[in-house]
């Protein structure tokens, strides 16, 4: 409401009123004293410090950045999390979720995380932010599961955040209150930082059960041995070797090379940004495992999520299981 309310002066002022009986009635709460008194008021000022946060962003001349309103977001319910099935190539069912952030900016409008993780990471947001990210994870994976739609969710943890020790340690208590399976993902750069810190953590997931997604592979500059090194069960081949699969000579054979690759290590693999019909036609014949795509699905919100999987039952809709085309392709089985 204020949104739309704090555009101009004008509005301002019965803005300013609002405050100005918002803190007299606080003020009054106190006076009465006694807990309940002490109670409003505390409700009373937290609505002024959030009212407050929120007149200093429409505050005529006040440039403000991404980054000064990245502390606030998630006090300000800014940030809410979508999810996007993953689809089990060989039954075609729906087998979990991966698990995007996004800001819904007062003023900027939607901003997807390419916009903001790096600014957190930089402006030390970044353990608060994925704290949140991992608790309303468990708060819409316990009432999917309520919905009949028991999942695994995967939540995308920052590499800066896998050395620090203290974040393991709250992560690992967090996920043992989980109804379902958690699964971290994780970017090589993890192993760039600080590879005892970030193994060390790795290794504390694993075995207490969280299963851990190698995200992205193939974009950076990830070696064998890394690949060796990591306790791993799940590898996401990244988007740029899928979205040309069937149009380019060599993706197919990195993408084929890199399915037995991960399966002679015995981990699963994801295809990620699956947007056509006969790029999920030939991941199937090269035997991926899980496939990940606007072909599939968008992310989405729970609701959305919910619906989705009542209407198609678990599985995934109108995506034919055999294409003609496959037969033409030429690459082998
Ligand atoms: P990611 O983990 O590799 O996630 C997959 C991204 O590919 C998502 O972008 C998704 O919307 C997009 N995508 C999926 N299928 C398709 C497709 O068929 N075509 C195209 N063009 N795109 C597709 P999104 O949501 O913008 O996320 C970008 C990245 O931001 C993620 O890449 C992840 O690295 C990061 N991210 C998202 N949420 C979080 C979070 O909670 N914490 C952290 N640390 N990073 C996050
Ligand atoms: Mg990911
Ligand atoms: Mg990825």
């Known amino acids: 409401m204020f949104t739309t309310l704090l555009i101009s002066r004008g509005v301002f002022l019965i803005d300013a009123s609002i405050i100005i009986s918002v803190a007299a009635a606080a003020l009054a709460a106190m006076a009465v004293g006694g807990w309940v008194g002490a109670t409003l008021a505390g409700r009373w000022s937290n609505g002024l410090a959030t009212l407050r946060r929120r ?12 980054a000064d309103d990245l502390s606030a977001a998630v006090l300000d319910r800014e940030m809410f999390i979508t999810h996007q099935p993953k689809l ?5 069912t729906i087998e979990g979720v991966e698990v995007l952030l996004r800001w819904q900016h007062p003023t900027r409008g939607l901003i997807g995380p390419n916009d903001f993780i790096s600014l957190a990471e930089e402006r030390g947001e970044i353990r608060r932010l994925t704290e949140w990210v991992v608790r309303q994870t468990l708060v819409e994976q316990r009432l999917l ?10 939540i995308n943890i920052s590499a800066r955040l896998l050395a620090e020790r203290d974040f393991s340690e709250w992560a690992l208590a967090t ?6 399976p958690i699964g971290f993902e994780i970017t090589e750069t993890a192993m760039i930082a600080d590879p005892e810190g970030a193994l060390r953590s790795l290794h504390l997931f694993a075995d207490a059960g969280i299963k851990i997604a190698i995200d992205d592979y193939g974009a950076g ?3 064998l041995a890394y690949l060796k090194q990591l306790p791993a069960h799940e590898l996401k081949i990244d988007r740029m070797f899928i979205s040309s699969l069937s149009s380019s000579h060599r993706d197919p054979l990195l993408v084929r090379s890199t399915i037995d690759l991960a399966h002679a290590l015995d981990m699963e693999v994801t295809a990620e940004g699956v947007d ?10 090269m035997g991926c495992d899980l496939m990940q795509g606007f072909l599939i699905a968008k992310p989405m919100r729970l609701g959305e999520l919910r619906a989705y999987l009542d209407l198609n039952d678990g599985k995934a809709p109108n995506i034919p299981n055999e294409f003609n085309w496959i037969e033409k392709s030429s690459i082998r089985t």
């Open 55 to 66: 007149i200093a962003r429409h505050l005529p001349g006040a440039e403000r950045t991404l």
């Open 88 to 92: 089990r190539a060989r039954s075609g």
């Open 145 to 154: 599961a309520e919905a009949g739609h028991l999942m695994a969710f995967n």
């Open 175 to 180: 996920v043992a209150e989980a109804c379902g």
């Open 221 to 223: 500059l990830s070696s």
């Open 276 to 285: 056509s019909p006969a790029s999920q036609a030939l991941l199937k014949v």
